[in-house]
C-alpha cells in the first residue's frame, strides 16, 4: 500500500477556487492509478475525478466536468485537483486514492479498485 496525504481544503465562497493536493508515499506512485472522491454528510462516496498512471487518460463526475482539473505529478510523487467556480453543492470531505492494480489501462470510479485512502480533507463552499 501507499500512504497518501492530502491538503488545501478549506472555507471559500462561491464562484471561488481551491487546489487540493495529494502527496503519496510508500510504493512506485507512478506506477499506479489514482483518484479523488468525496464524501458529503448522508450521502455515499463518490468520485470526483480520476486519472490513470501515466497521466494520459482522465475521468470527470458529471456535475463538476468543466471546473475541476485533475492531474498528477510523477516526479514528485504528487495527484491535484484544481476546482474552480466552486458551487455550495461541491462541500464535502475530499479523498485522494490509490488504486490496487499496477499499471492498469484507463481509470475507474469504483471505490473497490482503490486500496489506499487519504485521511480526507474539508472542503467548504459558502453561498
Known amino acids: 500500500q501507499v500512504q497518501l496525504v492530502e491538503s488545501g481544503g478549506g472555507l471559500v465562497q462561491a464562484g471561488g477556487s481551491l487546489r487540493l493536493s495529494c502527496a503519496a508515499s510508500g510504493r512506485t506512485f507512478g506506477s499506479y492509478g489514482m483518484g479523488w472522491f468525496r464524501q458529503a454528510p448522508g450521502k455515499e462516496r463518490e468520485l470526483v475525478a480520476a486519472?490513470?498512471?501515466?497521466?494520459?487518460?482522465?475521468t470527470y463526475a458529471d456535475p463538476v466536468k468543466g471546473r475541476f482539473t485533475i492531474s498528477r505529478d510523477n516526479a514528485k510523487n504528487t495527484m491535484y485537483l484544481q476546482m474552480n467556480s466552486l458551487k455550495p453543492e461541491d462541500t464535502a470531505v475530499y479523498y485522494c486514492?490509490?488504486?490496487?492494480?499496477?499499471?492498469?489501462?484507463?481509470?475507474?470510479?469504483?471505490?473497490?479498485?482503490?486500496?489506499?485512502w487519504g485521511q480526507g480533507t474539508q472542503v467548504t463552499v459558502s453561498s
Open positions: 486519472i490513470n498512471w501515466s497521466g494520459d487518460i482522465t
Open positions: 486514492a490509490s488504486r490496487r492494480q499496477f499499471r492498469t489501462y484507463g481509470t475507474s470510479s469504483y471505490t473497490g479498485d482503490y486500496d489506499s
